[in-house]
T-cell receptor, first 117, second 113 residues
Framework: AQSVSQHNHHVILSEAASLELGCNYS??????LFWYVQYPGQHLQLLLK??????LVKGIKGFEAEFIKSKFSFNLRKPSVQWSDTAEYFC???????????????FGKGTKLSVIP | NAGVTQTPKFRVLKTGQSMTLLCAQD?????MYWYRQDPGMGLRLIHY???????AKGEVPDGYNVSRLKKQNFLLGLESAAPSQTSVYFC????????????FGPGTRLTVT
């Protein structure tokens, strides 16, 4: 079974600091990779996604993520965080194939990001 | 479009009581899902449906039942609630051809005492 690991449970940064959140997955085949964000009191929203092609993908609000196949990683980055980025971030993976499991997202446990003004 | 809506938003149950959570989507999505979110556990899939009249078990199905009588609705039932079912429940839906892109509802916070 595929699994997703997020290295940090809680990250605290000051505004303007750079952010990198780690994500590793266990499945060795072709995968789709996602980062979701959950702002306080809100539901999950898709931040960015990777299917194929350029391993550096850009999402909303200045976020980007890099897919490194050899490391089974999909780390999320932002050069300069803002207080409004305070949220919980979830990495997720699904396998790219037609079949019973293709529509099941497997989520990591999440990383809480607190940005201090 | 309202997207994905869930009712109720909050509920408190006593152990042994039953209830049904309703999820509705107006995007004509074929697939629908129920997840639970617990602190430090991320989201875990309870049940899912690939179409009207069809449901299947996810990662943590025990203690829950579901029904998909209409394409736009996906019901999650707790027959006999237990404190371990205290959680935030999220419904999601996706298009059949883009099943990896799921749209989430606002969640239902359930407390079982």
């Amino acid at each position: 079974a595929q699994s997703v690991s997020q290295h940090n449970h809680h990250v605290i940064l000051s505004e303007a600091a750079s952010l990198e959140l780690g994500c590793n997955y266990s499945y060795g085949g072709t995968v789709n990779l996602f980062w979701y964000v959950q702002y306080p009191g809100q539901h999950l929203q898709l931040l960015l996604k990777y299917f194929s092609g350029d391993p550096l993908v850009k999402g909303i609000k200045g976020f980007e993520a890099e897919f490194i196949k050899s490391k089974f990683s999909f780390n999320l980055r932002k050069p300069s965080v803002q207080w409004s980025d305070t949220a919980e971030y979830f990495c997720a993976v699904t396998r790219l194939y037609s079949g019973a499991g293709s529509y099941q997202l497997t989520f990591g446990k999440g990383t809480k990001l607190s940005v201090i003004p | 479009n309202a997207g994905v809506t869930q009712t109720p938003k909050f509920r408190v149950l006593k152990t042994g009581q039953s209830m049904t959570l309703l999820c509705a989507q107006d995007m004509n999505h074929e697939y629908m899902y129920w997840y639970r979110q617990d602190p430090g556990m991320g989201l875990r899939l309870i049940h899912y449906s690939v179409g009207e009249g069809t449901t299947a078990k996810g990662e943590v199905p025990d203690g829950y039942n579901v029904s998909r009588l209409k394409k736009q609705n996906f019901l999650l039932g707790l027959e006999s609630a237990a404190p371990s079912q205290t959680s935030v429940y999220f419904c999601a839906s996706s298009h059949r051809d883009r099943s990896y892109e799921q749209y989430f509802g606002p969640g239902t916070r359930l407390t079982v005492t």
